[in-house]
Nanobody, 125 residues
Framework: VQLQASGGGLVQAGGSLRLSCAAS????????IGWFRHSPGEEREFVAT????????YYADSVKGRFTISGDKAKNTVYLQMNSLKPEDTAVYYC???????????????????WGQGTQVTVSS
């Protein structure tokens, strides 16, 4: 499976962006799709994840209530709607998919075997 992330950009604090993660070569069916972010000097951080078949979602505390992850089965695409953005949300955002991750590991980047190329999100204050 190949993942293409898009939708990043420059936005003022309080604004919104919607990231997309499109899959090709294989559908997301039976997969767990996660969003992670990485800022310079920081470790990669889990943001949100969705179980494709069940629709189960899970969020990092830092984004809960502001970000929403969702999937469009017709388009084989996962979205990350980001509202009330803060400067500390600035990072390169990556989507990833695993077809075997267990629930207890969904926050762990190393549990995801396929990654997209990343899209830059910059939030100005």
């Amino acid at each position: 499976v190949q993942l293409q992330a898009s939708g990043g950009g420059l936005v003022q604090a309080g604004g919104s962006l919607r990231l997309s993660c499109a899959a090709s070569g294989r559908t997301f069916s039976s997969g767990t799709i996660g969003w992670f972010r990485h800022s310079p000097g920081e470790e990669r951080e889990f943001v949100a994840t969705i179980r494709w078949n069940s629709g189960y979602t899970y969020y990092a505390d830092s984004v809960k209530g502001r970000f929403t992850i969702s999937g469009d089965k017709a388009k084989n695409t996962v979205y990350l709607q980001m509202n009330s953005l803060k400067p500390e949300d600035t990072a390169v955002y990556y989507c990833a998919v695993s077809y075997s991750v267990i629930l207890s590991q969904i926050r762990m980047g190393q549990a995801y075997g396929h990654w997209g190329q990343g899209t830059q999100v910059t939030v100005s204050s």
